[in-house]
């Protein structure tokens, strides 16, 4: 099925399945048929590669136990993967594990779409989007008797970092029931965004921009000034900022459309009145103090800048 599939001139124009079955016996050189197990890295390799995301390791860890205690009884494990496929950290039940184990999927193992071919973790990493394999659609034979749910994970900077997979070992997992696990996949995987987003600026004002998709983590970082320091993957992508480029400051109100018409500086100028005031509860003599200007100069430039 698989070759013939590939062999169509127009399936991988049609099915995006279909297209990633191609990458793997065109551009990858992969045989379905190949018995061979899926590659592994030394030890010194998967400590390295923890070691250059440890803070998401760290953030991760309480979503992965959560993901796995509503799926765990079910058959499925959770692992956490780098950008290029690597299993960095996993949870199974013990009843399960010889089973995960011998199907490679376990910490260190490589399941890149360039080694193995369509499978979760790989395609989902190649296509960066959220993308469910089950069963019969795994391009080596030998995957087949697995379901695999995956989403992409995005740090910071808008890059892509490492991917987050469900994978069932239980031969009566059907499709539809996949699929269902698939959203909370793609919900937890946003939740490790967010949280590694704000970890990556503690300083900064978080405004959430965007709730449009429940699957998007679509924050802007903002400092003192108003200006936007950093943005999620989802919120470059909606605001036109580049996913693979340094972001150029800016500021909030440009990108999220609030200009009343005023100068940038008259702008500023209120919202620092308006700061003052609050910080000083209203107290119009304690918030003229702190800017160091005297009451009536504060009342003629609230009433100048229409603020007061």
Not at 4 to 14: D, F, K, P, R, Y
Not at 189 to 198: G, K, S, V, Y
Request: aromatic content about 4%.
């Amino acid at each position: 099925m698989v070759i013939e599939t590939v062999q169509s001139s127009s399936a991988a124009a049609v099915s995006s399945l279909a297209a990633s079955w191609r990458r793997s016996l065109v551009k990858h050189g992969l045989d379905p048929a190949s018995p061979r197990a899926p590659d592994r890295v030394d030890a010194a390799t998967l400590k390295h590669r923890r070691a250059a995301l440890d803070r998401l390791m760290a953030i991760a860890q309480p979503r992965l136990d959560q993901l796995f205690g509503l799926v765990g009884n079910s058959g499925c494990g959770v692992l956490l993967t780098d950008a290029d496929g690597v299993v960095l950290d996993q949870r199974v039940a013990p009843g399960d594990a010889e089973t995960f184990e011998s199907w490679g999927l376990c910490t260190g193992a490589v399941w890149s779409e360039e080694t193995e071919g369509t499978n979760g973790i790989g395609t989902c990493l190649v296509e960066r989007r959220q993308v469910v394999i089950h069963r019969s659609e795994h391009f080596l034979a030998r995957n087949t008797a697995m379901s695999c749910m995956d989403a992409p994970i995005h740090g910071a900077d808008g890059r892509l970092i490492g991917a987050l997979d469900v994978s069932s070992c239980r031969a009566d997992q059907t499709e539809g029931f996949a699929r269902l696990i698939a959203a909370t996949v793609a919900q937890t995987a946003r939740q490790i965004e967010n949280d590694n987003f704000r970890a990556a600026f503690p300083e900064a004002r978080i405004i959430v921009a965007s709730e449009r998709d429940a699957n998007d983590a679509v924050l802007l970082a903002v400092d003192e000034d108003d200006i936007v320091i950093g943005a999620t993957h989802a919120a470059r992508r909606i605001f036109g900022l580049g996913s693979e480029v340094e972001l150029r400051p800016q500021p909030a109100s440009d990108l999220l459309g609030r200009s009343t018409g005023a100068t940038g500086f008259e702008r500023a100028e209120r919202a620092a009145l308006k700061r003052a005031l609050a910080r000083a509860g209203g107290n119009h003599t304690r918030a003229a103090r702190a800017l160091g200007i005297s009451r009536a100069t504060l009342y003629r430039r609230l009433k100048r800048l229409g603020a007061d």
